[in-house]
């Protein structure tokens, strides 16, 4: 899942600036918030908890705080995003998404890590720009909106590696467990897994047993389309398919 000049190449094509924006959306390395009227947006939270709602900017804040109430006011906000797709020092990194628009409350939530109640801000994207900064001269890219709100970019190359970097860095006791279970392996015996290449319809998997490393690449009985379908056929391939 690497980015090499071809993945920003031709993105005066709105699908594919569309597909480049809502991945660094989705896998951000970092992002900065600037909100109408308000000069400390992070005061009163140590986190702006942000997510990626199916293209919408998502944060999850301590009701009362700035940002909370800034969203009852229906403030303007820009939304600067760096890019976190691929490793460090490649190509991938050299895009910013900005994005501009309306904050809005999304209502209330239980905090699944502290279990705070936290309110659900998100951003209303009234324009999006994307830049490229890894040439002799930024280029920038305005971003149609209907491309951007597409349905088509639910499964974009963001998300996808976010999902591998969960699954290798959170669970990797199941993970574990997936390769024991199907491969005939002692479950003590294998040292350690590793998701890549995730796509909507297979994955790599690597691991390493006393017999030395594995690789195998699983496809799935189907390609997903939604990130349900996505978590669903991945848990059966891993559960069935390394025999």
């Not at 951007?148 to 999902?163: D, K, P, T, V």
């Amino acid at each position: 899942m690497t980015m090499d000049t071809s993945y920003l190449a031709a993105l005066d094509q709105p699908a594919r600036l569309a597909a480049a924006a809502r991945s660094v959306l989705a896998c951000p390395s970092g992002a900065s918030l600037v909100v109408d009227g308000v000069q400390d947006v992070v005061a009163g939270t140590t986190d702006l908890g942000m997510q990626d709602l199916d293209g919408t900017p998502a944060f999850s804040v301590v009701p009362g705080t700035a940002l909370s109430q800034a969203a009852r006011r229906g403030s303007g906000a820009q939304l600067t995003i760096e890019s976190g797709l691929g490793p460090l020092g490649s190509p991938d990194r050299d895009a910013t998404l900005t994005l501009t628009g309306t904050l809005h409350n999304h209502g209330r939530e239980d905090c699944d890590c502290c279990g705070e109640i936290r309110d659900v801000v998100t951003l209303s994207v009234g324009f999006a720009l994307l830049a490229r900064t890894g040439g002799e001269r930024e280029e920038r890219f305005r971003v149609s909106l209907p491309d951007f709100r597409s349905s088509a970019h639910r499964l974009n190359r963001g998300y996808l590696q976010r999902c591998v970097e969960h699954a290798n860095r959170c669970h990797q006791q199941e993970l574990r467990r997936a390769v024991a279970g199907t491969s005939g392996t002692p479950l003590a015996q294998v040292v350690g897994v590793s998701l890549s290449d995730l796509r909507p319809d297979g994955v790599g998997v690597h691991w390493v047993d006393p017999d030395g490393a594995h690789t195998r690449t699983l496809s799935f009985s189907r390609a997903a389309s939604t990130t349900e379908e996505l978590g669903d056929l991945l848990r059966e391939e891993l559960r069935a398919g390394l025999c």
